[in-house]
């Protein structure tokens, strides 16, 4: 991943078009890189995760340009690759892992993010029938030293439909189910980023299995 950080680093001082189209052959050799990257990625993860077999690398990573239409900075494009792994890729509205690379702010995340109004019913249903088991995910011993707390945005009171002083109202505030942790640059230049990084995302999945099983029951 030196040359994607590298690529990055340029783009964050050099970010408009002009640049771009100037180094647009580094560009396409950077993507090509980055998606090979995740192409292994997932193979990986496929060894723990099945549900993934098949998935493509070009379903899963983010595009490089922006949307500006509704913001003040128009700065065309991101200074970041990521990838979102799951089963229908970057569009699923199930659970899945990401993987973020930026100079200086380089993190590996999963979960679902602010999910739509049905989905979001749907984990908030699950937790109000089988909250002990998201404990035993969110207080297992290695999976805290690795993410630390859930992480998401949450409702001042309780959702609508639970009572305010509901068992487990902590977890049913939540608006999105995440967790994330950051790592170096150097971290992301060692051979064996990719098997680490793999590491990382089987220690995350008891919460995709616990998330995309709520989600799933609205498609059945």
């Known amino acids: 991943m030196q040359d994607v950080l590298d690529f990055l680093n340029e783009l964050q001082k050099n970010n408009r078009k002009e640049w771009m189209d100037e180094n647009k052959p580094t560009y396409q050799a950077v993507r090509k890189n980055f998606s090979?990257?995740?192409t292994e990625l997932i193979e990986k993860i496929t060894v723990f995760d099945p549900?993934?077999?098949?998935?493509?690398?070009k379903d899963c990573i983010f595009r490089i340009n922006r949307d500006i239409r509704f913001s003040k900075d128009k700065s065309p494009y991101k200074?970041?690759?990521?990838?979102?792994i799951a089963q229908g890729g970057k569009k699923t509205k199930g659970a899945g892992y990401y993987v973020h690379l930026?100079?200086?702010?380089?993190?590996l995340g999963g979960g679902i993010y602010m999910p739509q109004a049905a989905?979001?019913?749907k984990i908030r249903q699950e937790i109000d029938y089988n909250a002990h088991q998201?404990?035993?995910i969110l207080d297992d011993k290695t999976f805290k030293s690795t993410f630390g707390e859930l992480q998401g945005d949450q409702l001042k009171t309780?959702?609508?439909g639970y009572p305010k002083d509901h068992e487990h109202i902590d977890?049913?505030?939540?608006?999105?189910f995440t967790v994330f942790t950051k790592f170096a640059d150097s971290e992301a230049k060692q051979h064996e980023f990719v098997d680490w990084l793999a590491g990382q995302f089987k220690i995350m999945q008891p919460l995709n299995i616990f998330l995309s099983t709520a989600v799933a029951e609205i498609e059945e």
């Open 134 to 136: 998201l404990k035993e």
């Open 119 to 121: 989905e979001l019913a």
């Open 158 to 160: 309780a959702p609508k």
């Open 102 to 107: 930026q100079p200086g702010n380089c993190f």
């Open 171 to 176: 977890l049913l505030r939540f608006k999105s």
């Open 36 to 38: 090979k990257f995740v």
């Open 51 to 57: 549900s993934i077999t098949g998935l493509l690398a």
């Open 79 to 84: 200074t970041n690759m990521g990838a979102f």
